[in-house]
């Protein structure tokens, strides 16, 4: 596929959503490559990132995932704020002062956007005085992979980052299990391929090595089947509340050869020709 290279023209703020298999990370690369302002803010990685340098907020997730517990929504905000804030993409409301750590007039709600101890430890998020105003620049433009899967998450990450594009993939259910049922891997590098579209050249053998392919462990159907009914089980709440909020758009295809010019067409008149 020709890759254009693309500027936006304000921010673009989106989530990706769709069935196991159906895509995602292949439309996400391919809007890198065609609008380079992207990046892409996981909060799987940011929490991996945090544990394994041991930041405030890496330490209090790594105690709670000791426990077996799972680290909870307001944790996973408070990385995904962070970062935002860390690169200069999320700042103070309008009128409110920088604060300093001998700030002897600091409230929990605004200490917990200032000061990295206070990020960590401070009451919900929720509760923010005055929420952080997103930047609107072309470089602050970003997809939040992993974060929100459910109606809740997605209703909390309303009141901290607005975001303005939410894409919803369709692909026929008998299509995507004929895609996992061609789909092998290298394991070491991670290198995929697809008997029916991405064939290896030796059959059963990886292009650049020559090592075998193996089967990922839930590439069968009724594996997929399973992750697909509680997917449909939360994603159906999710998708809902974000229609309500008129950022919802949806693209049926049954490749991503298929679905990838929709996709370009509606990301170029929502932020490159767009006046808003």
């Given amino acids: 596929m020709a890759n254009k290279i693309m500027n936006l023209s304000r921010a673009a703020r989106i989530i990706l959503v769709g069935a196991p298999g159906v895509g995602k990370g292949t439309q996400a690369e391919r809007l890198l490559q065609r609008f380079p302002q992207l990046s892409v803010i996981s909060s799987g990685d940011l929490l991996r990132d945090n544990v394994k340098n041991q930041t405030p907020l890496g330490i209090k997730a790594e105690g709670i995932m000791k426990s077996g517990e799972l680290v909870p929504d307001a944790m996973i905000l408070r990385l995904i704020l962070h970062e935002l ?35 960590v430890n401070s009451p919900s998020l929720a509760n923010f005085a ?61 290198r995929v391929y697809n008997t029916t579209f991405n064939a290896p050249v030796v059959p059963g053998k990886d292009d650049i090595t020559g090592e075998p392919l193996s089967k990922r462990a839930d590439d069968d159907e009724q594996t997929w089947i399973t992750r697909l009914k ?43 020709n767009s006046a808003l």
């Fill in 230 to 272: 509680k997917f449909e089980e939360t994603s159906e709440p999710l998708l809902n509340h974000y229609a309500k909020k008129g950022v919802l758009w949806e693209v049926e295809g049954k490749s991503s050869d298929e679905i990838s010019p929709k996709l370009f067409e509606q990301f170029e008149r929502t932020f490159v």
């Fill in 130 to 190: 005055s929420p952080p105003q997103t930047s609107d620049e072309p470089a602050a433009s970003f997809i939040l992979d992993g974060f929100p899967r459910t109606a809740g998450q997605a209703t909390q990450l309303d009141n901290l980052i607005p975001m303005n594009l939410v894409v919803s993939f369709k692909t026929p259910v008998e299509v995507i299990l004929e895609r996992i049922a061609g789909r092998w891997v290298h394991l070491p590098s991670g």
């Fill in 85 to 119: 804030k860390t690169r200069g993409w999320l700042f103070p409301a309008a009128g409110t002062q920088p604060l300093t750590l001998s700030s002897a007039s600091m409230s929990a709600q605004e200490s917990d956007f200032n000061i990295e101890d206070h990020f």
